[in-house]
Nanobody, 127 residues
Framework: QVQLVESGGGLVQAGASLRLSCAAS????????MGWFRQAPGKEREFVAA????????YHADSVKGRFTISRDNAKNTVYLQMNSLKPEDTAVYYC????????????????????WGQGTQVTVSS
């Protein structure tokens, strides 16, 4: 079983930056594709970014492309989401997710493709 713990959220002004971290337990982290999702109040959870096992392949949603960057450090069992030029519409609870089923070099963008989820961290961007 994989346990995920997010951190790094907070309240910032528009245009600021934040870096979210997701620490994973267990030795299987390096075998897991990882994803970040977010859920704003009253809205469905949506995909933000994903990264393959080695970190060699990444994918970002159009809404965050060019502003957010997903990365990982397998030696530290941690995945990151660097968020720059934050906008009020980025306000949401951000969740990291992991799954072992993806082949090397691949990742998922759908909620149902991930088996393990963190508890979430709140990001609030004021205008």
């Amino acid at each position: 079983q994989v346990q995920l713990v997010e951190s790094g959220g907070g309240l910032v002004q528009a245009g600021a930056s934040l870096r979210l971290s997701c620490a994973a337990s267990g030795r299987i982290f390096s075998s897991s594709a990882m994803g970040w999702f977010r859920q704003a109040p009253g809205k469905e959870r949506e995909f933000v970014a994903a990264i393959s096992r080695s970190g060699g392949n990444t994918y970002h949603a159009d809404s965050v492309k060019g502003r957010f960057t997903i990365s990982r450090d397998n030696a530290k069992n941690t995945v990151y989401l660097q968020m720059n030029s934050l906008k009020p519409e980025d306000t949401a609870v951000y969740y990291c997710a992991a799954d072992l089923a993806f082949n090397s070099g691949t990742y998922g963008t759908m909620i149902h493709e991930y088996d393990y989820w963190g508890q979430g961290t709140q990001v609030t961007v004021s205008s």
